[in-house]
């Protein structure tokens, strides 16, 4: 009976000691850890833990302030600079000089920057975007209708 006991015991002890699956990071992105734990039904696979929470607390990244809920224009602000004025998306047509579409350049559309990165074999642009689907992420897409911007 004892030792049963004692066994048990041992067993909880060694259960509450170990770290949860969510608890380590699973993979890192642009050096930064990145786990699986999910916000309000949504995937946070992706973004980094640390900004996870940034619009709700006081935490902040290179002083840019908290991460708002439409974050693709904050998230340009760590690429490019800017005030908070640039948390909104359609700002960013105000940024810089007009262009063309071009390797660098900043892409707007009405509810969305994201910055070229370069072109695919069949002629469309790669837009490097954050929140775009949750996550930053980089990918061939139409920049009909956009507009063009660059430093």
């Keep these: 009976m004892r030792l049963s006991l004692f066994a048990l015991a041992a ?4 259960l509450m000691g170990a770290p949860s ?36 607390t006081s935490r902040s990244r290179a002083g840019l302030g908290g991460r708002p809920s439409r974050w693709c224009g904050w998230w340009m602000r760590t690429q490019k600079g800017g005030g908070p004025e640039f948390n909104l998306a359609a700002n960013w047509r105000r940024w810089g000089r007009s262009s063309g579409p ?7 559309w009405p509810h969305h920057v994201g910055m070229i ?23 061939a897409r139409s920049v009909s209708g956009a507009v063009f911007r660059v430093a």
């Design 21 to 56: 699956a969510h608890a380590r990071p699973n993979y890192t992105l642009d050096g930064q850890s990145y786990d699986g734990q999910s916000i309000n039904g949504q995937s946070s696979r992706r973004q980094p833990r640390r900004e996870r929470y940034a619009g709700r």
């Design 11 to 14: 067993t909880l002890v060694a």
């Design 102 to 108: 071009q390797v660098g350049a900043v892409v707007v």
């Design 117 to 139: 990165t370069g072109r695919t074999a069949s002629g469309q642009w790669v837009v490097k975007s954050g929140n775009d689907g949750g996550r930053v992420r980089e990918r």
